[in-house]
């Protein structure tokens, strides 16, 4: 019970950071205006995608460009639990998106297997193919809309829920990596044969980072889901996965408070450079050049923003 | 039986038979050198017992234990840690965290990390103070907050001992540990490697190309010479033997 105890009270500050988001989003809810509010919501769900995807590119070192395809699943699978429930209420939400997650990290298991006995250009182009796949095997099915998209989807997710499960997947992530045990997920990225001679069991390592990854994209899907309110396959392209690994890249691989600003950063520049119109997206392209140009190793570098205490304490 | 034991290990690659019917011992406290010409198939021995390769025919015993054919993770886990010839560091990380990740599959479960666990508390807490310990020991306290790539080429060396050391090892394998080094660091790695043979009671096998160095710390020598075993025995012994004379120099002009 004493251990239970110790549990509850570590990680007392956690859970009461996740109410206090929950309320603050009610609050925002009702001041914010719509737009803002969006982009707001957005970076939440930009921060859970890129730091799911940092712990398989940035910090095991496995190159992926199916991030997009575990997104969609998330997003199809949680849409199609809280249809097919009917129910309307908020409490479906938690149901739907566990559903939803669990679906993308069963798909992170299936693909990881195979796969990951890959390395580098070829794990990134059968990563690549996986996420196409996913992309037109749902373009192709009725049930789930097709072509025509999947609409009517309660919007129950909104800032509280977005960053608290935000909130959620960066402690999580933060705990498992910067443990003692975590730490072979860096050597790994650092030298696979080195870290399979400390005794690390690499494929199992790769696997576990490629599923827990997956679990996140896919959670993060789901919240998509549920705020927007309607699904395309148009927003899960091949696009959508660079979109992501652009964000872990200038936010610095393997850093996780890196990839969260850049995911905020990569999410408002656009709206930013709107007075541009039609040369937006390359005045966008070109911040990004200047940016990798003026910090090659990303914004952080592979270094932390320092974090409370409460996240025990990081290997160092 | 000796602790651990290679039985007539053969191992081809294509064509190429790199290593032929090599047999070799290591016993507990025992510190057994490798030798032999480049190429001659050190290192592919290593590789062997390591389980970087499976051998093709003959077998690998550890504590009377089969282990040829094992993934090395299982082998380092049963007790046999290695060095490389060419340093294999995790370069980015810093020294602590090279010997954090030595320690790693024994560091308590992933779930109790997430969740804070008092248990994981406490393992963290053993493990941290082993890992200072074992950095103190190799002389790299001041550096322990270096990336390992920033260390000199001597500290980079003791760094992986160090690392090979945090993996509990019976047998540690070390793989030419003074190469590139300056005179002083090679004689302060001889008493090193003694010493943590007597301290840990470890067998050490280790492959060396300086002579002098080999011959004054091993108690045994095997010499290989395209990937055959050509002599075996005592340093006295081994140096006056005529195969080893013609592997090194070249047959006797006549």
Redesign the interface.
């Known amino acids: 019970m004493s251990g239970l105890a110790h549990v509850a009270r570590r990680n007392a500050p956690l859970a009461l950071a996740l109410v206090g988001l929950g309320v603050l989003g009610l609050a925002l809810g009702r001041w914010l205006n719509g737009y803002y509010l969006q982009i707001v919501v957005l970076i939440g769900i930009n921060i859970i995608l890129a730091a799911s995807l940092n712990l398989i590119n940035g910090i095991t070192g496995q190159f992926s460009l199916g991030h997009a395809g575990f997104l969609a699943i998330g997003a199809y699978v949680s849409a199609a639990t809280t249809l097919g429930t009917g129910l309307t209420s908020a409490a479906v939400l938690p149901l739907s998106l566990l559903t939803g997650a669990l679906a993308a990290a069963l798909a992170g298991l299936a693909v990881g297997i195979p796969t990951l006995r890959l390395r580098g250009d070829y794990l990134a182009i059968t990563t690549l193919g996986f996420g196409e796949i996913i992309r037109v095997v749902i373009l192709n099915t009725d049930a789930v809309g097709g072509a025509r998209g999947l609409g009517g989807i309660p919007t129950l997710a909104g800032f509280g829920s977005v960053y608290a499960c935000a909130a959620l997947c960066l402690v999580m992530l933060w705990r498992l990596v910067y443990s003692q045990r975590g730490a072979a997920f860096f050597a790994i990225r650092e030298d696979e044969v080195a870290a399979a001679a400390m005794g690390i069991d690499t494929t199992r390592y790769k696997i576990l980072a490629f599923v827990i990854g997956a679990f996140w994209a896919g959670l993060a899907g789901g919240l998509l889901a549920h705020f927007i309110g309607y699904l395309h396959t148009n927003s899960f392209t091949f696009l959508r996965s660079v979109e992501i690994v652009v964000m872990v890249v200038l936010g610095g691989l393997g850093s996780l408070t890196g990839c969260a600003l850049a995911a905020a950063i990569l999410t408002i520049l656009p709206e930013l450079l709107r007075f541009g119109a039609e040369y937006r997206m390359v005045i966008y392209a070109l911040l990004l050049i200047a940016i990798m140009l003026i910090r090659p190793s990303g914004l952080m570098g592979g270094r932390e923003i320092s974090w409370p205490s409460w996240s025990s304490t990081p290997v160092r | 039986m000796a602790f651990l034991e290679l039985d007539a290990c053969t191992l081809s690659f294509g064509g190429l038979t790199a290593v032929r019917d090599v047999s070799l011992a290591v016993d507990a406290g025992e510190l057994v050198g490798v030798i032999g010409p480049n190429g001659a198939g050190k290192t592919t021995v290593f590789n062997l017992i ?1 389980g ?1 390769y499976a051998p093709d025919r003959g077998t690998i015993r550890l504590d009377g234990q089969r282990i040829d054919g094992l ?3 299982r082998i ?2 049963r007790g046999i ?2 060095t ?1 010839q060419g340093i ?7 020294a ?2 090279n010997v ?11 779930l109790g ?8 508390g406490d ?2 807490a053993r ?2 103070a082993e890992c200072e310990a074992l950095l103190t020991l190799l002389d790299l306290t001041d550096r322990r ?1 270096d990336a390992a790539r920033t260390l000199s080429y001597g500290a980079q060396r003791r760094l992986e001992i160090a ?1 090979a050391l ?2 509990g090892p019976k047998v540690l394998l070390l793989d030419e540990p003074a190469a590139g080094t300056t005179p002083h660091e090679k004689r302060e790695m001889m008493q090193r490697i003694r010493w943590l043979r007597d301290h840990f009671g470890l067998g050490i096998l280790i492959i060396e190309h300086d002579m002098r160095m080999i011959m004054e710390l091993c108690e045994r020598i095997t010499v290989l010479d395209h990937g055959e075993v050509i002599a075996c025995g005592a340093p006295a012994a081994v140096r006056a033997n005529p195969r080893v004379i013609e592997a090194y120099l070249g047959p006797e002009q006549s």
């Open positions: 390591t970087v993934p090395p993770h380092t886990q840690a290695r490389f294999r560091l995790f370069p980015n990380m810093s602590y965290q954090v990740v030595g320690h790693s599959p024994r560091a308590g479960g992933l990390a997430v969740l804070d666990t008092p248990r994981a393992t963290r493990i941290a907050d690392r945090a993996t």
